[in-house]
């Protein structure tokens, strides 16, 4: 079975796009994109559904708090490396 090919998410967004206008047919946007027209409808919801996170400051919000754990988490093991080479160095004298 092949697997699908994967299409940038540029390309992604200019099939939904282009669906959005209707200019064109899904079925004309699947041939120019070669892929199947339910795939256009699937990009086409997913940007009508996602695209106002754009304007909304939670995607920001939430990736800045993945950041400020991911650093809380590297304090800690920087902590634990610390108090065991203080408790090593202690031991050796």
């Not at 064109?24 to 070669?34: F, M, Q």
């Amino acid at each position: 079975m092949k697997k699908p090919k994967a299409v940038p998410p540029q390309v992604k967004f200019q099939a939904a796009l282009e669906a959005i206008k209707g200019e064109k047919s899904l079925v004309e946007l699947a041939r120019i994109y070669n892929v199947h027209p339910n795939t256009i409808v699937k990009w086409k919801a997913e940007l009508m559904e996602k695209g106002a996170t754009i304007f909304s400051n939670e995607t920001q919000e939430k990736e800045l708090e993945k950041k400020i754990r991911d650093l809380e988490q590297l304090i800690g093991k920087k902590e634990v490396e610390i108090a065991l080479l203080k408790n090593f160095l202690g031991q050796g004298r």
